[in-house]
């Protein structure tokens, strides 16, 4: 009686199967296989994009258009693929010494045109208000299910940094962070971190890169100049997008100390 007591009713089964599963004792030894959220744009228009996405090759979790069709006075996102389902969105990436992120991240596509190049270089489209709102409202849903660290919300040229540009430096990183989707670094950190040197002073290219692998960034021995600068660049088109030409200076340095001060590695 006393033994019978203790157990617990057994757990529900398919009657079906030609085995019981006994699920009273559970691992402590898991953890939830989502960790991040990646933020791209699409580089064409929806229709194309949906097409894209919807093919064998490439894939999302989500995509929002630019103008958000409303349906009973809610805006509408497409799901392309379930979250239990790996999507193909990130390609080769790395973040926080984790590789090849589609096994563990939520892919969130936004209709944009990226950019167009010109002589002087590259202008970026902005995004509307409305499909803003619609991607914090939908992240906000998705960190809350997996328990994303604010450091893990990153855009694919933070991962990807070799190969992306996406989301670009036109993208709202600050706003959302006021929304508790991501990060931005406290300016009174950055200022007491730049000590008084001038923001565009030259810094260790090394150094810098060291702090930047530390927070998060993927990097490779033997990197060229042109590849150091293409990190350095994509960290600054998130934290400091009015100029992201990838100079190693003391203002890049001051905000990538803040951020290790801010979100220190715990794990």
């Not at 079906?16 to 699409?42: K, S």
């Not at 193909?88 to 590789?99: E, F, I, K, L, P």
């Amino acid at each position: 009686m006393l033994m019978m007591g203790c157990q617990s009713s057994p757990p529900k089964t398919d009657h079906n199967l030609p085995y019981r599963l006994e699920t009273q004792r559970q691992a402590q030894g898991a953890d939830q296989r989502i960790r991040f959220l990646v933020i791209h744009y699409t580089a064409e228009d929806f229709h194309n994009a949906l097409n894209t996405l919807t093919d064998e090759h490439v894939s999302a979790h989500y995509l929002i258009p630019a103008r958000p069709q409303i349906e009973d006075g809610k805006p509408v996102a497409w799901q392309l693929v379930p979250e239990s389902l790996r999507a193909w969105h990130a390609g080769v990436s790395g973040w926080r010494g984790r590789n090849n992120l589609n096994d563990t991240s939520i892919g969130i596509e936004l209709e944009n045109k990226g950019y167009s190049k010109y002589l002087l270089g590259k202008h970026f489209y902005p995004f509307p208000p409305a499909q803003i709102d619609l991607l914090a409202s939908l992240s906000q849903q998705i960190i809350s299910r997996y328990h994303i660290e604010p450091r893990n919300v990153v855009g694919h040229s933070d991962i990807a940094p070799q190969r992306k540009d996406d989301p670009g430096p036109l993208f709202p990183w600050q706003q959302l962070a006021k929304r508790g989707i991501g990060v931005w670094p406290d300016p009174q950190r950055v200022d007491s971190n730049l000590a008084g040197r001038d923001p565009h002073q030259p810094v260790s290219a090394q150094a810098l890169l060291e702090k930047l692998g530390k927070y998060g960034y993927p990097l490779t021995d033997n990197m060229t100049d042109h590849q150091q600068r293409r990190v350095i660049s994509a960290f600054q088109m998130h934290f400091r997008p009015q100029d992201y030409r990838g100079e190693a200076d003391a203002e890049t340095d001051a905000i990538v100390s803040a951020l290790l001060q801010q979100y220190p590695d715990v794990n």
